[in-house]
């Protein structure tokens, strides 16, 4: 089966650290979301992006958080600097754009920021 | 604009029992409608979709759900639980439109006792 990559998959930084989480789409998809998930607020959407740019990054704190596709088969969630609240588990998931076609969702990147 | 609302945080239920977990939906255009599965420590996979066509959709490992429009209602249900069906059950909206993001529910923790 095709999968979303998701790297790495553990990540635990200082606080003040630059952390840059990867993401690779099922080849063909054209449409690439970024979640996280916390105990707190369950699963937020982060980031949409269609055929590699974005549609919305408003559930993004702007001034620390960032995202890009620089080619269709990597997009990157890069916080900078990093802080202790966010300390999540971040998805990366991929579609064809249509909802009856569903997402998949990679595994996961569990940041730990101390 | 759409939302999602899972009605129960906690289901527990015996093994061999039926399962049934919750869901109501709120959505301006025709919604395709989801379920994913999330096991501890592991990543989102879909259980099943409903995207317009049969109401009573069947999924993996034995689940089904039913759209009722009516109701907006999308409950899950299985005839009989299994200790590995243990999990945490997400019921998730999104819409056939230009833009289209999935919208989570809070979650459904299933746990399932000898």
């Known amino acids: 089966d095709a999968r979303v990559t998701q790297t790495p998959r553990h990540k635990v930084t200082e606080m003040g650290q630059e952390v840059t989480m990867r993401c690779q789409p099922i080849?063909?998809?054209?449409?690439v979301f970024w979640y996280r998930q916390t105990m707190m607020q369950g699963l937020e959407l982060l980031a949409y992006?269609?055929?590699?740019?974005?549609?919305?990054d408003s559930g993004m704190p702007k001034d620390r958080f960032s995202a890009e596709m620089p080619d269709a088969t990597l997009a990157t969630l890069k916080i900078q600097p990093s802080e202790p609240r966010d300390s999540a588990v971040y998805f990366c998931?991929?579609?064809?754009?249509?909802?009856?076609?569903?997402?998949?969702f990679g595994s996961g990147t569990r940041l730990t920021v101390v | 604009a759409q939302s999602v609302t899972q009605l129960d945080s906690h289901v527990s239920v015996s093994e061999g029992t039926p399962v049934l977990l919750r869901c109501n939906y709120s959505?301006?255009?025709?919604?395709?409608l989801f379920w994913y599965v999330q096991h501890p420590n592991k990543g989102l996979q879909l259980l099943l979709k409903?995207?317009?066509?049969?109401?009573l959709v069947k999924g993996i490992n034995g689940f089904e759900a039913e759209f009722k429009k009516s109701e907006t209602s999308f409950h899950l249900t299985k005839p009989s639980a299994h200790m590995s069906d243990a999990a945490e059950y997400f019921c998730?909206?999104?819409?056939?439109?230009?833009?289209?993001?999935?919208?989570f529910g809070k979650g459904t923790m299933l746990l399932v006792s000898p």
């Open positions: 409903y995207t317009s066509a049969a109401t």
């Open positions: 992006f269609r055929n590699r740019a974005p549609l919305d």
């Open positions: 998931a991929s579609g064809r754009g249509q909802p009856n076609y569903g997402y998949t």
């Open positions: 959505s301006s255009y025709s919604p395709s």
């Open positions: 080849l063909g998809h054209n449409t």
């Open positions: 998730v909206v999104s819409v056939a439109s230009g833009y289209s993001t999935l919208t």
